[in-house]
């Protein structure tokens, strides 16, 4: 099967009737782990910054993390790549720097926690400006924004790095865009006011869906109640990209779901056409999408959008990628 995928890699990401798509690649590990030539990608819709520092004793250094930022900057050349700063916290832990908390993915997570430590906002955004010097593909993305005072605060250091860096080096520094994660579902309502602050915003679906349901991601014990299928995830969803088109805001969806051959079918009827996933999941998607018109995801998402289950929209979604296969 996989072979059947693959032969179809170096097309074009586009469905049968033409519309494009952009498929990008989720990444934090080495970026020689990778699966997919960085050619036949559209870039890396996340870079999880995170796990290089888990992986350490203590926190890297600016110069350690020049070069790692580099290395996946360099590997995708003329191509965007989203630089997503420290999402610790939660289930994410610092063995150098310990959270305790009786809730920690209500607590001090992602955004939080580096604007509470400027410190190791700072050096890590000058690292990523240093990185991107010569070959000016960075973006950067905000995790975990609640409150729009959040990305105020953020950009207002992201402009001081920009600042500090121009002046150490003497040099005209090149702007990155900005743009923040929407995962907690207060910013779902803060859209208009989003657009005016940040040059783009990508849906964490794992978060946004923990956070809709109230369900722990990581709890085997509630872990059939979490879905990011659930008819409350697929509206909000939807809204989400009616929003952004009306504003013209880009947007993207980064999370689990847009690696999933149902997941992307919805979110590609509800007119998203930007995706990060995996990268063992690219060629699937990629070979999926071709084969399926818009108008027949136009005749699916009335249908999804009306179901009570998520077992329900997963079985009608099931019927209609059977006929693909
Ligand atoms: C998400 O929450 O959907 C996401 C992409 O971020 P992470 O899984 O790293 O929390
Ligand atoms: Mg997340």
Redesign the pocket.
């Known amino acids: 099967l996989s072979a059947r995928y693959q032969a179809e890699i170096a097309l074009p990401s586009q469905s049968a009737c033409g519309a494009h798509f952009s498929l990008m690649v989720n990444s934090g590990l080495a970026i020689e782990l990778e699966t997919t030539d960085p050619k036949y990608t559209g870039g890396v819709g996340?870079y999880?910054t995170e796990f290089p520092f888990i992986m350490r004793s203590r926190f890297p250094t600016e110069q350690e993390q020049i070069s790692l930022y580099r290395r996946v900057l360099e590997s995708y050349p003329d191509k965007p790549v989203i630089m997503r700063t420290l999402?610790v916290g939660g289930d994410k832990a610092l063995p150098y720097f310990s959270i305790v908390e009786e809730n920690p993915f209500l607590g001090w997570r992602g955004i939080r926690l580096t604007l509470d430590h400027p410190e190791i906002f700072l050096v890590q955004i000058r690292a990523m400006l240093k990185a991107n010097l010569a070959l000016d593909n960075l973006h950067i993305l905000l995790p975990m924004i609640a409150d729009l005072a959040e990305v105020d605060e953020s950009v207002r250091l992201i402009k001081q790095a920009c600042f500090e860096v121009s002046d150490e080096l003497a040099i005209e520094m090149p702007k990155p865009k900005v743009g923040v994660m929407i995962?907690v579902p207060s910013i779902m309502y803060q859209l208009p006011e989003l657009a005016l602050k940040v040059d783009f915003c990508s849906i964490?679906?794992?978060?946004?869906t923990q956070y809709l349901l109230a369900v722990d991601r990581n709890n085997p014990r509630v872990a059939g109640l979490y879905d990011a299928m659930h008819p409350a995830v697929l509206r909000a969803l939807h809204q989400l990209a009616q929003q952004a088109q009306a504003l013209q805001f880009p947007i993207s969806v980064?999370?689990e779901l847009a690696g999933e051959p149902s997941g992307v079918l919805l979110l590609a009827a509800m007119g998203y056409n930007s995706f990060s996933m995996n990268s063992s999941n690219l060629a699937k998607i990629k070979w999926l999408l071709r084969r399926v018109e818009m108008s027949e995801l136009a005749l699916l998402l009335p249908e999804v959008l009306s179901c009570q289950s998520a077992r329900q929209v997963r079985l009608t979604t099931q019927r209609f990628l059977e006929q693909k296969q």
């Open positions: 996340l999880r999402d995962e964490g679906t794992n978060d946004l980064c999370g």
